[in-house]
């Protein structure tokens, strides 16, 4: 059997690009089929720092992670658009800190799937849970009743949407989905948010992005940082705000740090009061 054989014998969509496989390609992961190496190249072809900006969000969602529970003190997480695992996922990240912490990983491709129940096993003091579901279906989402299983949603819970709110096309679209969500946690739970924008790119820059996006090259709904603080309203944002990804809580990491047009992502978190 040959691995595309493999492939379709797991139910996995071996002739569409799908976001986690292109995004571990360009983390530098293994786990993506050609046609995801051809939608991340062209897209890295328009965006030449799509892969910084790969990295930059991973360093947000661990530095987003760590604060939530050193800080905040948050031991449950609902991470939605998980992605396949890579090194220090949220489990790894929070369990370090609180050993007892829950996570349930969240994500609507077999093959995360595939990988998740495998790999996502954290520390047996706290609890690790994988389903298989979509963000534009967060009933389902909340109802299920693994979710249930592991998190008591009468607690704070970390919502984390990273990288994720941009493949949910329209404007204002992700709006409504974050309410559902946010609607079903209690006061004291935290909003984690990163999503792309072309607002640090000149005009010529967001009309290839838009020309992109109209005959199908990429699916990447880029947002304004208006419409991404609308997903915030009526919380009490984390300083700095809604900021670069690679800008957030990051004055003391060592190294160079690129600009907000390298990397073209907004991040920002959140409390429920």
């Not at 139910?11 to 995004?23: E, K």
């Not at 190249?41 to 799509?50: C, K, Y």
């Not at 658009?81 to 990983?105: D, F, M, R």
């Not at 609890?127 to 693994?146: G, M, N, S």
């Amino acid at each position: 059997m040959t691995g595309r054989d493999e492939a379709l014998a797991m139910g996995l969509d071996t002739s569409t690009a799908h976001p986690a496989r292109r995004y571990n390609y360009w983390l530098g992961g293994k786990d993506h089929f050609a046609v995801d190496r051809e939608s991340g190249d062209r897209i890295a072809a328009a965006f030449p720092t799509v892969r910084t900006a790969a990295r930059q969000n991973r360093e947000f969602l661990k530095r987003a992670t760590g604060f939530l529970t050193r800080v905040a003190g948050i031991r449950q997480f609902l991470d939605i658009g998980t992605g396949l695992p890579t090194a220090e996922n949220i489990h790894e990240v929070a369990q370090a800190i609180a050993p007892e912490s829950k996570i349930v990983y969240v994500d609507n491709d077999p093959m995360v799937t595939s990988h998740a129940r495998a790999l996502l096993s954290g520390d047996p003091r706290g609890a690790t849970t994988y389903l298989e579901a979509d963000l534009r279906e967060p009933e389902k989402i909340l109802a299920h009743p693994q979710l249930r299983q592991t998190l008591d949603l009468g607690q704070p819970v970390g919502l984390m949407l990273i990288a994720v709110l941009h493949f949910v096309h329209g404007t204002g679209a992700a709006t409504p989905i974050v309410r559902h969500l946010l609607g079903a946690l209690p006061a004291g739970s935290y909003l984690v948010v990163s999503a792309a924008t072309l607002d640090f790119h000149p005009p010529e820059g967001a009309a290839i992005q838009e020309a992109m996006l109209a005959d199908g090259r990429t699916d990447v709904w880029a947002r304004s940082r208006a419409e991404i603080a609308d997903l915030f309203d009526g919380l009490e944002l984390v300083e700095p705000g809604i900021v670069a990804v690679s800008d957030w809580r990051a004055e003391t990491e060592p190294g160079f740090r690129p600009s907000p047009a390298e990397v073209a992502l907004y991040g920002g978190v959140g409390r429920l009061g």
